[in-house]
């Protein structure tokens, strides 16, 4: 499996801090610094149904007989983003 993400083309407003909110529902920018600073940008995604390792599993069973735990036909799970800031490489030339 592939996943590609694209990010439309995200302004700030430099006098301001750049405190734009993204379609992401994540706050882009806003970090303090001066007008060429680096900004890190960040994202949060889900991608369910999906593992890293390509483990699938398509039925669990717990057998444990003191708690008792139910067997469940089918099992859902998600993988989620860690952190990670990626600070861009200034396009303005200065």
Known sequence: MRAELGLPSVKG???????MMGGFG???GGVGGGKGAKRPISVKFEIPYFTTSGIQVRY???IEPKL????L???RY????GD???????????
């Open 60 to 62: 669990l069973k717990i």
């Open 26 to 28: 994540g706050s882009m």
């Open 73 to 75: 036909p089918w099992v």
């Open 84 to 94: 990670i800031a990626v600070r861009l490489p200034d396009v303005t030339g200065v």
């Open 13 to 19: 407003d430099d006098e301001q801090g750049g405190g």
């Open 68 to 71: 008792q735990y139910p067997s």
């Open 78 to 81: 998600i993988t989620q983003s």
